[in-house]
């Protein structure tokens, strides 16, 4: 195991539903992310958060909502997604800087969270 | 931009052969690079990086990988393969001078060992 804990496993919901998935990294670090990896398609990086602040997001859609409230934990907060949304979510956590650069950080991944939006 | 390709979407070896999963990237100044890999049903591990210093890089489980800035390829080796080194393996790069960038991962390559 890496220290990265993803809850749920697996998700099932509708359209109209609202969600969050949860991550907690349990390595004393300071930096977390959201991906999401779609079949066939590369890793896509979603949200960065480094010392709890907001540094990276990536033209995410506003139907996705991060939410990190301290350094160990990271959600993310779903609703009126589309079946294109679905796919395995995961979670990551790296040292992170005080200063900001996170450029030679080693990151440790999550299990993933599956997500199918019927 | 930064981009990472990895030109093949599947490499199958047998076991005990040596294996290679190739890499080439693409940064506008210099690179660090990084090796992941996916069992299924897991998130990624992190196997080796390079960062600054011997082009060659060992790294967990037997893998390792070189630098080669002129050929901008960072391609993954190992001498012997198991069967267990079946997985996804994935390539990613960062700009070292670019301070806002993260990660940009390559697509994968699905590596098959076969006993």
């Known amino acids: 195991e890496t220290g990265v804990t993803q809850t749920p496993r697996h998700l099932v919901m509708g359209m109209t539903n609202k969600k969050s998935l949860k991550c907690e990294q349990h390595l004393g670090h300071n930096a977390m992310y959201w991906y999401k990896q779609s079949a066939k398609k590369p890793l896509e990086l979603m949200f960065v958060?480094?010392?709890?602040?907001?540094?990276e997001n990536n033209s995410v859609p506003s139907r996705f909502s991060p939410e990190c409230p301290n350094s160990s934990h990271l959600f993310l907060h779903l609703h009126t997604l589309q079946p294109e949304d679905s796919a395995l979510y995961l979670c990551a956590s790296s040292q992170g800087e005080a200063s900001g650069s996170l450029r030679t950080d080693t990151q440790y991944f999550g299990p993933g969270t599956r997500l199918t939006v019927l | 931009a930064q981009s990472v390709a990895q030109p093949e979407d599947q490499v199958n070896v047998a076991e005990g052969n040596p294996l290679t999963v190739k890499c080439t990237y693409s940064?506008?100044?210099?690179?660090?690079l990084f090796w992941y890999v996916q069992y299924p049903n897991r998130g990624l591990q992190f196997l080796l990086k390079?960062?600054?210093?011997?082009?060659l890089v060992k790294g967990s489980y037997g893998f390792e990988a070189e630098f080669n800035k002129s050929q901008t390829s960072f391609h993954l080796k190992k001498p012997s393969a198991l069967v267990s080194d079946s997985a996804l393996y994935f390539c990613a790069v960062r700009d070292r001078n670019n301070y806002g960038q993260n990660f940009v991962f390559g697509p994968g390559t699905r590596l098959s060992v076969l006993p």
């Open positions: 940064v506008s100044g210099n690179p660090y």
């Open positions: 958060y480094n010392f709890k602040e907001q540094t």
């Open positions: 390079y960062i600054t210093g011997d082009n």
